[in-house]
């Protein structure tokens, strides 16, 4: 007798229970890219922080001091960093899951596990990263003499929450379609170049004026304006395009999920 193993197309609670199963496999996974990424490196982590404070520096000079864009009343430096942050971790998060199937072929053509905990890892591992790079967040806040508001600090883990759940949804629609395209590896580092410029990271939303409402759809818009308003105080926090924000990260996250779980069946054929 054959047994043939097939992948629901939905994600449903047999799935998730699956994926707590395999937890102890999620743990390894992490572990390896960690280990993978800072091998044989002269700093390690410290990696982590030293890629976002050195664009911080560029940015701060050209965009801050000689262009002189605004920052909404807060020092260009640590106005840029908030912003760099959450991108840094949600363009380094949709880069590596969109390639986590195709860097794992081997792997998924030979033993079963939820495909999920590939993406999920690549998402994790930069989590930790983003982790290590905000003690220069902290020490530049202590320096600009900024005290985070406590009644909107709490946020921040929700922003968090709402980036990895951005990188994940598209990520998995991206890395689906890369196991039978493989164009995606190169249209993705200027799709998300072009993004970062739709994205507030350098600029405030207001310098548009009238256009702002366009970078209202783009999930990272809300997302980093709420960080900054948590943390700086200023301006206060637009909960309308927090809750778009939420709601098209939701929408992402959903047709993700729809469209990894339909194709998933076919990963090893494919790849």
Same mark, same amino acid.
């Given at each position: 007798m054959v047994t043939v193993i097939r992948p629901r197309y939905t994600v449903l609670l047999r799935d998730l229970r699956e994926l707590w199963e395999y937890h102890e !496999? !999620?743990?390894?996974?992490?572990?390896?890219?960690?280990?993978?990424?800072?091998?044989?490196? =002269? +700093?390690?982590?410290?990696?982590?922080? %030293?890629?976002? %404070?050195?664009?911080?520096v560029v940015f701060s000079v050209f965009f801050g001091t000689l262009v002189g864009v605004p920052s909404d009343g807060v020092p260009y430096p640590i106005f840029v960093y908030a912003g760099l942050l959450y991108w840094q971790f949600f363009s380094s998060s949709l880069s590596q899951v969109s390639n986590s199937l195709i860097g794992n072929q081997a792997l998924l053509t030979k033993v079963y596990f939820p495909r999920l905990l590939l993406p999920i890892s690549a998402v994790a591992v930069n989590l930790v990263d983003f982790f290590v790079a905000s003690i220069i967040l902290i020490v530049?806040?202590?320096?600009?003499?900024? +005290?985070?508001? !406590?009644?909107?600090? %709490?946020i921040l883990p929700l922003l968090v929450l709402l980036t990895f759940s951005f990188a994940v949804g598209a990520g998995l629609f991206l890395a689906a379609v890369n196991v039978k395209y493989r164009d995606v590896k190169y249209v993705l580092p200027f799709f998300i170049q072009t993004l970062m410029f739709l994205t507030p990271v350098i600029y405030p939303p207001s310098i548009l004026g009238a256009y702002s409402w366009i970078l209202a759809l783009n999930p990272m818009t809300g997302i980093i304006k709420a960080a900054?308003? =948590?943390?700086?105080?200023?301006?206060?926090?637009n909960w309308t395009l927090l809750a778009l924000s939420g709601g098209v990260t939701l929408i992402i996250l959903v047709v993700g999920i729809w469209y990894f779980k339909k194709t998933e069946r076919t990963f090893a054929d494919l790849i």
């Open positions: !496999l !999620l743990y390894f996974f992490i572990w390896k890219e960690l280990k993978i990424r800072y091998k044989q490196t =002269a +700093v390690g982590v410290a990696w982590a922080i %030293f890629q976002p %404070f050195v664009t911080m530049m806040m202590i320096y600009y003499n900024f +005290v985070p508001i !406590l009644t909107s600090i %709490f900054r308003s =948590a943390l700086f105080g200023a301006p206060p926090i």
